[in-house]
């Protein structure tokens, strides 16, 4: 699969306020979204789901909606 038109991974597309994220490739364990909040200077200054929240969230906010998992 090709990368979105802005670059973005082609199963997951652009979440809105997010870093970085992985739907884990069929593991969900593997799979994260990690948030980045200008509110704080210092680190930590990202809030991070893990496993079935982050497909979950993904899921319910890509841009692209291409989920097998």
């Known amino acids: 699969m090709k990368r979105t038109e802005n ?10 306020g997010v870093m970085n994220a992985c739907c884990g490739h069929g593991e969900t364990d593997m799979a ?6 200008s509110d704080y200077k ?3 200054n990202k809030i991070l ?8 969230y993904i899921k319910q906010h890509s841009s692209v909606g291409l989920f097998t998992f």
């Open 7 to 16: 670059g973005h991974d082609p199963c997951i597309g652009e979440l809105s």
């Open 32 to 37: 994260y979204v990690q948030f980045n909040h």
């Open 42 to 44: 210092e680190e930590p």
């Open 49 to 56: 789901l893990q496993g079935e929240k982050a497909l979950k």
